[in-house]
């Protein structure tokens, strides 16, 4: 009778202390690693970590920086623009901004010209056309022949390209417009004579433009 007791009571504890999960498997521990592999890491966009500063330069005020136009993201670095535009502005205060695209044009410029320094002739000048609106820039790559620049840009669409070649200013106009108008011009500094336009087949290329297009 003892013994059927013992027994019982040994029944009892072993229930008791049995755990709650079936075959005798040990309750999981969370594991916090798991939870934060799948955090999606910031975007970035290859072609744009590979790219280097570019020196903008004011050829008049002497006003510089080294400008990275795009952020890891490829988005438009807004501090960046600021910088442009504080050096394209030249003595002008308060700055003036220019168009985004127009910045990105000039930028891609010196990009394919391995790095050049973009030299700043003129930027924004009040009344002055696309100049006053800031859809418009002279500037100048450093090392590369005006003739040589005006002849890359004009292959980009839905721009207004300019080239002076005249030895005493030998500087490139760029703008944003909408068909695209290429010309030339010799006159001497402080002297307008006629231009002449350059015939091509601009309308072709820009019915064929896409925002991809711009990036360098």
Not at 120 to 144: C, M, N, P, Q
Not at 149 to 171: D, E, I, N
Request: a neutral charge; charged letters at 25%.
């Amino acid at each position: 009778m003892r013994f059927a007791r013992w027994l019982g009571l040994l029944v009892i504890f072993a229930a008791r202390d049995a755990p709650a999960y079936g075959g005798g498997r040990e309750p999981e521990v969370c594991d916090e690693s798991r939870l934060t592999a799948d955090v999606p890491r910031p975007r970035v966009a290859h072609w744009a970590t590979a790219l280097d500063p570019i020196e903008v330069r004011h050829v008049a005020t002497r006003a510089n920086a080294r400008v990275r136009l795009y952020a890891e993201d490829g988005s438009i670095d807004a501090g960046a623009c600021e910088a442009f535009d504080r050096i394209a502005s030249g003595y002008d205060d308060p700055v003036h901004p220019l168009s985004t695209r127009l910045e990105q044009l000039v930028i891609k410029a010196a990009y394919h010209f391995r790095g050049a320094s973009v030299l700043v002739v003129s930027g924004w000048r009040d009344g002055a056309a696309r100049h006053g609106t800031g859809e418009a820039i002279d500037f100048k790559l450093g090392g590369v022949r005006a003739s040589e620049l005006a002849a890359y840009l004009r292959r980009m669409p839905r721009v207004g390209v300019g080239v002076y070649t005249h030895p005493r200013t030998q500087f490139v106009h760029l703008d944003v417009r909408e068909p695209s108008y290429h010309w030339i011009d010799a006159s001497p500094p402080g002297v307008k004579w006629r231009e002449a336009r350059l015939r091509d087949s601009a309308s072709t290329v820009d019915a064929s433009w896409t925002p991809e297009m711009d990036l360098p």
